[in-house]
């Protein structure tokens, strides 16, 4: 760095040391810490502007340290923010943090605020060996981040920055109308019919099975003919209304007048008894029970016979059409006039049960 060998500052000069010593500075250490600046900010270009590049990115690192806070503290956090969703889904985000956290141990201790998406790319390829279990890891961390973006933690959601793995769907056979007959006709005779309702608000509203293990009486409005689940009750934590149209509802009238509001849909012991009902029904036998076969059948069927997408995205509680498009339709089999037998229950009964 070249020093002026003029012995008589310029105005301009005396100006700038009067300013240095008005912030407290010492001229002499401000010239240090300039030189300092310069030197580390060497490189192609001119050099103000690299200075002044090399300050605000400084500035930014610093502010990084001073208002982040480890990933674990964040997931803890996070946790205890969402407490309020079912405890499937808090042990779920538990237990996908806590694997990133041992398979890359920096994790834990790394600052959120400096998280990039590459960091998050590998976080996930180390942590999970499918195109799933990464979606779904995905979809934890970004979660995790996107709070902290809110606390100010970070300045964006990186891992929302990595592209999302490609899924390969398995398309999942709606059930025919001799097999939804069925199994409603063994759930109707076991246990007295304590299975039917659950099993009906499954097969002709779409409704989860971990869903209708929450829904009470007080849930089921026969006369505005709707199903509320609060968002205690649902997956994704949201609210959702579901038509109950008149096959469901000559259903449920049968036995919503028996006990209090506050009775459980679901019997005691439900887990169980649903299993009993699955084996005795014969269906899928060979297969195996599909996780989820009733939405997806509700779904292929009430588009067949409603044909409007936008009625089932809503009755299905999908922000968007393109999981319903890619995961819930199978169309194979299924007609206007087999969805329209469907939806008026007016198919042929299914043989009698047979004796164990």
């Known amino acids: ?25 010492p001229p002499m250490d401000a010239f240090l810490l300039l030189k300092d600046l310069l030197d580390t900010s060497r490189g192609r270009g001119d050099r103000i502007t690299r200075a002044k590049r090399c300050i605000r990115l400084g500035g930014e690192a610093l502010a990084d340290r001073e208002t982040s806070v480890p990933f674990s503290q964040a997931v803890r956090a996070s946790l205890e923010a969402r407490k309020h969703r079912r405890p499937r889904t808090l042990q779920e985000i538990r237990y996908m943090a806590a694997r990133m956290m041992k398979k890359c141990p920096e994790l834990a201790r790394k600052q959120v605020r400096s998280i990039t998406p590459e960091d998050c790319e590998r976080y996930l390829r180390k ?24 606390r100010g933690w970070c300045r964006r959601n990186a891992a929302f920055l990595v592209p999302p793995p490609i899924l390969r769907e398995k398309r999942i056979r709606a059930l025919s109308l001799y097999e939804a007959k069925r199994l409603l006709h063994t759930a109707e005779q076991l246990f007295h019919g304590a ?30 003919g709707l199903v509320s689940l609060a968002p205690s009750h649902t997956k994704t ?95 194979d089999g299924i007609t ?7 939806w008026t ?8 049960l047979k004796k164990d």
């Not at 008589?8 to 912030?23: E, K």
């Not at 099993?199 to 089921?220: D, F, Q, S």
């Open 1 to 25: 760095m070249n020093i002026p060998t003029s012995s008589f500052p310029s105005d301009t000069d005396q100006t700038g040391i009067l300013l240095i010593r008005s912030q407290g500075i």
């Open 127 to 150: 942590s999970f060996s499918t195109p799933r279990q990464r979606h779904k890891g995905r979809l934890i961390l970004s979660g995790i981040l996107n709070f902290s973006l809110k």
């Open 195 to 224: 299975c039917l309702p659950a099993c009906a608000l499954m097969l002709y509203a779409g409704i989860r099975p971990h869903e209708v293990k929450r829904l009470t009486w007080k849930n089921i409005n026969l006369k505005s």
């Open 237 to 331: 934590g949201g609210s959702r209304h579901v038509s109950i149209l008149p096959v469901l509802g000559a259903i449920l009238s049968r036995t919503s007048s028996a006990g209090s509001p506050s009775r459980p849909v679901c019997p005691p012991n439900w887990e169980k008894k649903w299993m009993e009902v699955r084996r005795r029904s014969g269906i899928l036998k060979k297969s195996g029970w599909v996780q989820d076969v009733l939405r997806h059948t509700y779904a292929s069927y009430h588009l067949a016979h409603f044909c409007n997408q936008n009625l089932l995205q809503k009755e299905m509680g999908h922000s968007s059409p393109s999981l319903l498009l890619a995961r819930y339709l199978n169309m």
């Open 336 to 342: 206007s006039a087999t969805g329209a037998m469907f």
């Open 345 to 352: 229950h007016s198919f042929i009964p299914p043989a009698p």
